[in-house]
């Protein structure tokens, strides 16, 4: 499952690549400081497979930097969510570079672990609305990873 998911992300980034004037950013969007997120997808851990649910947030500090913060909730198996703080790099043509440290558990449980978190996403804007598809690792305190493909909808205000 997950590999039609990446297969279909690398698409879509790589459209975006090639033709940046089909996704140029409309000025008023760079207007909004604030931007939260919904973000669903796959992820994948240790050859399982599972459904996530997200919320992501970002302050816009400048042009090129951000900063902000994300939940998740990962199901079929998983039951873990995820809580951490983002830097994100805006280098231009709509690319966010993400990285940051959180914690991960199992839902209703008080055991958390450690990890850091490297994400791309690429946003489609219209308006104050975008479209993000995302790729995201969580490398774990206890030396494992999961790796998230993802759709983010969200506004800027």
Wanted: one cysteine or more; a negative charge; charged letters at 15%.
């Amino acid at each position: 499952m997950i590999a039609r998911y990446a297969s279909l992300t690398f698409a879509v980034l790589l459209l975006c690549t090639v033709s940046p004037s089909l996704t140029a950013a409309e000025p008023e969007h760079s207007n909004h400081p604030h931007h939260l997120a919904g973000v669903v997808g796959v992820a994948s851990h240790e050859s399982r497979d599972g459904r996530f649910l997200g919320l992501e947030y970002e302050y816009r500090l400048t042009e090129k930097w951000g900063v902000g913060g994300y939940y998740e909730q990962t199901f079929d198996g998983f039951d873990l969510e995820a809580l951490g703080l983002m830097a994100t790099y805006h280098p231009g043509q709509n690319w966010r570079l993400l990285g940051g440290i959180g914690g991960e558990g199992k839902l209703n449980t008080d055991k958390t672990k450690l990890l850091v978190r490297a994400a791309i996403a690429y946003d489609f804007h219209v308006g104050s609305v975008s479209l993000s598809p995302l790729l995201a690792i969580d490398w774990i305190e206890d030396n494992s990873y999961v790796v998230y493909l993802g759709l983010g909808v969200g506004f800027g205000f």
